[in-house]
């Protein structure tokens, strides 16, 4: 299993790469999540042994446990002289408020945050940890009601808002794109996204580290980095030929 989840992310990583040349883009530039939530324990696991340093889940639940674990492989390991960085973890599902402090003491970037009431609770919870939470702002690029997130309209406003909070610090954008085969429905929804991304910026409605967009998942990637994305979420891609032993759990 191990052999094979290597050989997907190398294969991703080389997608990536020749996405980027397409798009005279640097490849350092754009960070590959790997979204574990369709994973057990052990390809987690696996994940981390091959030295993948960027994880990504999308149920708080899911989330703590596995970064707990994670944390007690590599303490174990380093116990006897190997050093492992420790990957960082990002939240990139739908975020409740009631699910903000057990959240908090685990997560590095949280990509999914759509209110400015939860932009609240995370800065009053980060400034009791004594740190600032690094998170993007969830766009409904498609507009349609199934999809979590800010509405176009009020984005630079609420970016303006979050901006007076301390403890919280908004990167950039995250969006899903459609559900569709159709690679110009996916390149029209980045391309919308980035518009939106460069207005902010050209406002200085933002801070100077308003610099990242979450853009792209295994069916859409390659658009996205068309579009500038710097993180892109990769979960099913990873999988491929891997027997997870359980069906998906749908997108949260
Ligand atoms: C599940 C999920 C992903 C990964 O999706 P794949 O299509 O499996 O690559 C990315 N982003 C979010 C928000 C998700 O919930």
Redesign the pocket.
Known sequence: MKRKLAENWKRIEQRVHDACTRADRDPSKVTI?A?T??ATLDIVRALVDIGITDL?E?RVQEFTKRAAAANEWLRRRSGSGETTQRPRWHM??HLQRNKVKPLLPWVDVI??VDSLRLAEDIDAGSAKLDRVTPILLQINITGQSSQHGVAVAAITHLVEQILTLKNIEVRGL?G?GPLTEDPDESRYAFGRIRELFDEIVALRACGPNFTDLSLG???D?EYAIEFGATYV??????LEGIDVGKE?VS??
């Open positions: 999540v979204v939530k369709y990504g999308s990139v599902g990509h999914s995250m899903i998942m295994s069916n990637f979420r990769i979960g099913s891609a990873l998906p997108a949260g």
